[in-house]
């Protein structure tokens, strides 16, 4: 007995937050966004474009919490930014990143876990693309809601998806979206019920120095 307590010990005492660590992956709690900062509307359509390659780096939490506002947060205690027809709030938004893929609380502004591991292949057409991206983001439509019918939530996605892209062109991130990708894969990956579809995914991440135009930093 004394021989396996010992091993334990040691296990216990060179890695003492190892389930600590473990558990806190399974949520994350996001810094409040920014609702006033950015650059101006006008000025963010403008610089609205989509771009395919991106240059390999670390997404901060605050401009994560942005992103994920700007997509499907609450603008109102119970409206979401985008707009809804009937106010049904069809849409979930979820995110893979480098490290596992989570789905939004927009109300209690935080990501529960999904699925462990680097997912984000699954979401555009080119791996070597994708593994460079910052996130990519999945926006799923629970289309039961519509009796299966489709107008709406592809609507409603492609509200996400300006929204997405409009906060990108602010922060001068690269973003692209995509309808084709491994629809079967992304479904089994996040467990989706009958009627819950994959409209589309995003992916963002840096510009290469070459593609990026001479954007204005955003303004506070």
């Known amino acids: 007995m004394k021989k396996m307590i010992l091993p334990l010990l040691i296990l216990f005492t060179a890695f003492p937050f190892a389930l600590s660590a473990a558990d806190a992956a399974q949520t994350i709690k996001l810094p409040e966004p920014d609702k006033k900062g950015g650059m101006p509307l006008m000025q963010a359509l403008t610089e609205r474009k989509t771009t395919r390659n991106f240059q390999p780096g670390k997404i901060t939490d605050q401009t994560l919490s942005d992103l994920l506002y700007a997509g499907c947060g609450f603008n109102r205690p119970d409206k979401l930014v985008i707009p809804t027809a009937m106010n049904r709030q069809d849409i979930t938004l979820y995110v893979a990143l480098e490290n ?16 462990a591991g680097d997912n984000r292949s699954l979401t555009g057409m080119s791996k070597a693309t994708t593994s460079k991206t910052l996130c ?34 602010s922060k001068g991130l690269a973003t692209v979206t995509y309808g084709s990708f491994d629809k079967e894969g992304v479904k089994k990956l996040l467990k989706l019920k009958d009627g819950e579809v994959v409209i589309l995914t995003q992916q963002v991440g840096n510009f290469v120095e070459a593609d990026k135009t001479a954007a204005a930093p955003a303004a506070k």
Do not use: W
């Open 136 to 169: 990519s983001f999945i926006i799923v439509s629970d289309t039961n809601q519509f009796n299966k019918e489709i107008t709406f939530p592809a609507v409603h996605a492609g509200a996400v998806m300006q929204d997405l892209y409009l906060c990108c062109a």
């Open 100 to 115: 596992g893929t989570y789905r939004y609380d927009g109300k209690g502004n935080k990501l529960d876990l999904v699925a």
